[in-house]
């Protein structure tokens, strides 16, 4: 299973862009790239996924360059409600022996 | 659409007690998790069914945990005897079937039932 390494934490202002990088370096071919919220007094919620390039919702935005060893989640103009702990996962969710493993996350704080 | 629901919230008991938690997926969804969450860190997985067969219970301790899924829908999770390192917050989520989704393996969480062992 690649590991994972993000920032403890970062803080934002209201309005800013902000880009949580996560670095997985031992990848593997089949893996995906899974972006999970969580909120206090929550359980984690699904923001994205991606495999390769870019891929877009409407929440955020995964990029995802072509060696694949790293990846970045962008988050558009962020309110307040978006301070939460993000987690990156990397893994095969086609095999049946995939299990997420989530590490410590990064916490963002979203400063008025 | 109705989410993953777990009762109850809270729960406080005291060390050598036993507590038992209750999941009920989102429709549909062959696959359950139970995962523990300790303050500060990320959930870990304690067991994983896919409808009412175990396809994963490596990180359960056995010793004192439980867990079944009757019929392949609702879960129940068991501690007994509790311990003081048992205090956590302990969420249930739900995997829809592959071909529901584009994205693969994501898992919906219900809030999680914290628990406070004295």
């Known amino acids: 299973l690649a590991k994972t390494t993000q920032p403890i934490s970062m803080d934002s202002y209201e309005g800013q862009e902000v880009n949580i990088t996560c670095s997985h370096n031992n990848i593997a071919t089949n893996d995906y790239i899974t972006w999970y919220q969580q909120f206090p007094s929550q359980g984690p919620r699904f923001i994205i996924q991606?495999?390769?390039t870019k891929v877009t919702n409407e929440v955020a935005s995964l990029f995802i360059p072509a060696d694949r060893k790293s990846s970045t989640l962008s988050l558009p103009r962020v309110s307040l409600s978006d301070t939460a702990v993000y987690y990156c996962?990397?893994?095969?969710?086609?095999?049946?022996?995939?299990?997420?493993?989530f590490g410590t996350g990064t916490r963002l704080k979203v400063l008025a | 659409e109705a989410g993953v629901a777990q009762s109850p919230r809270y729960k406080i008991i005291e060390k050598r007690q036993s507590v038992a938690f209750w999941c009920n997926p989102i429709?549909?969804?062959?696959?359950l998790y139970w995962y523990q969450q300790i303050l500060g860190q990320g959930p870990k997985l304690l067991i994983q069914f896919q409808n009412n067969g175990v396809v994963d219970d490596s990180q359960l301790p056995k010793d004192r945990f439980s867990a079944e899924r009757l019929k392949g829908v609702d879960s129940t999770l068991k501690i007994q005897p509790a311990k003081l390192e048992d205090s956590a917050v302990y969420l249930c989520?739900?995997?829809?079937?592959?071909?529901?989704?584009?994205?693969?393996?994501?898992?919906?969480f219900g809030a999680g039932t914290r628990l406070s062992v004295l």
């Open positions: 989520a739900s995997s829809p079937p592959r071909e529901w989704t584009v994205a693969k393996n994501i898992q919906y």
């Open positions: 991606g495999y390769k």
């Open positions: 429709s549909g969804h062959a696959t």
């Open positions: 996962l990397v893994g095969d969710p086609f095999s049946g022996t995939y299990k997420y493993i």
